[in-house]
């Protein structure tokens, strides 16, 4: 099982981003995917999830309404759309199935101006 995010990078304050998470070694159909983000000396936060067909969503309050999750089954993938980014939003991203208790590198994701 592994999860590959990818792209992050610098980016304003205001800016957007779309992260990618591909994953291999089971087909995401039928679980939910995660969200979530790390901090430099912080702990993991949940970001947000999408259930299995997309059915319903949720977020962590600091980020509702700025970001979204969505899911393609078919290229077994999960993205993330971060807009209106702000510098607490730095942190390395990560995604994940609750049912996998595996962790990919994560993707590097800097607001900074």
């Known amino acids: 099982v592994q999860f590959v995010e990818s792209g992050g990078g610098l980016v304003q304050p205001g800016g957007s981003l779309r992260l990618s998470c591909v994953v291999s070694g089971f087909t995401i159909s039928g679980n939910t995917m995660t969200w979530w983000r790390q901090a430099p000396g912080e702990g993991r936060e949940f970001v947000a999830y999408v259930t299995s067909s997309g059915g319903r969503t949720r977020y962590a309050d600091s980020v509702q309404g700025r970001f979204v999750i969505s899911r393609d089954d078919g290229a077994n993938a999960a993205y993330l759309q971060m807009n209106n980014l702000k510098p607490e939003d730095t942190a390395v991203y990560y995604c994940?199935?609750?049912?996998?208790?595996?962790w990919g590198q994560g993707t590097q994701v800097t607001v900074s101006s």
């Open positions: 994940n199935a609750p049912a996998y208790n595996v």
